[in-house]
């Protein structure tokens, strides 16, 4: 057997930092993504000849994407703590993993449509093709997903509120950004925009707090 006494794991101080960088990273890739598709449904298969190269760096950048809004939920469990309700614990849990899978879904639709379009699909055939793909990934993450983004939203405000552990007015701006994603049925990429800026609002406020408490020193 070895000596080796265990330890117990503790959270690393940075790792606010992973949802800053889920923020910068998600909101470049939807940039590269809204600069390179049309607003509409229109515009057949044109813009692929164009955006080619920057939708193929917005799909790259999605898979890193998704490991930082993975530590994201870690950071926010962990400041949770002992607070952590299993009710609201499933539900944000829940709603945290169907919003990554339905933007990896989306992502793995928009890569179906790059590659189909670089193999060479007929004319006639792929512009059905390319406009019912981009009509499915729009249904994906701007519909479904950004459902589920609300809901992430939504329950950690309530636990804010409860527990007291943010302060009112973060709650408060929360509930008015998950009710505007809850809402608005919208296909513009832009609208996506507003999930990435909360959680970098979070993270840095998250971030600050924990830098005066470390230099504060304990009390």
Known sequence: MSDTKARRLSTPRSAPVAGIAFALIFATSIAL???????????????????SQRLSIALQLFPF??????????????????????FFSTIFFGSSLLFLA?????????????????????????????TFGRALML???????????????????????????????????TYVLALVLLVVVNFSLWVTLLFPAWVLLISVYTLIVQNRRAQAGPV
């Open 102 to 130: 339905m933007v990896f879904v989306s992502a793995a639709i928009a890569g179906g449509i790059l590659a189909s379009y670089r193999a060479g699909l007929s004319s006639a055939s792929g512009e059905e093709f390319v």
């Open 139 to 173: 249904q994906v993450s701007n519909i479904y997903a950004l459902r589920m983004a609300s809901i992430i939203m939504t329950t950690l405000a309530t636990i804010w509120l409860r527990t007291g552990l943010m302060p009112r007015w973060l709650a408060a701006v």
């Open 33 to 51: 993504l809204r600069s390179t598709m049309p607003s509409g449904l229109e515009g057949g298969s044109e813009w692929l000849e164009s955006g």
């Open 65 to 86: 994407a998704g490991i930082a809004f993975l530590w994201f939920i870690g950071v926010i469990r962990d400041h949770l703590g002992e607070y952590e309700d299993r």
